[in-house]
């Protein structure tokens, strides 16, 4: 969904209150992220490189 943003340095994700929830850096690409311990509900992605950050908001919904 970010079309020639190239591999990425930083992912953060936080709460639509602002606490940061989760930050990885030193990434293999692709990322693959592990969610599980988020509470559903709405949380602001970023991906950042050194042509800048991305963000995305996105929604965690629990299966069932």
């Known amino acids: 969904q970010f079309p020639n ?3 990425f340095d930083m992912v953060r994700i936080t709460s639509m209150s602002a606490q940061e929830m989760m930050i990885l850096s030193d990434l293999e690409n692709p990322v693959t992220m592990d ?12 991906f950042s490189n050194d042509r800048g950050t991305f963000q995305e908001q996105i929604v965690k919904v629990g299966s069932n």
């Open 5 to 7: 943003a190239g591999p």
């Open 35 to 46: 969610l599980s311990f988020l509470a559903d509900g709405s949380y602001l992605l970023e």
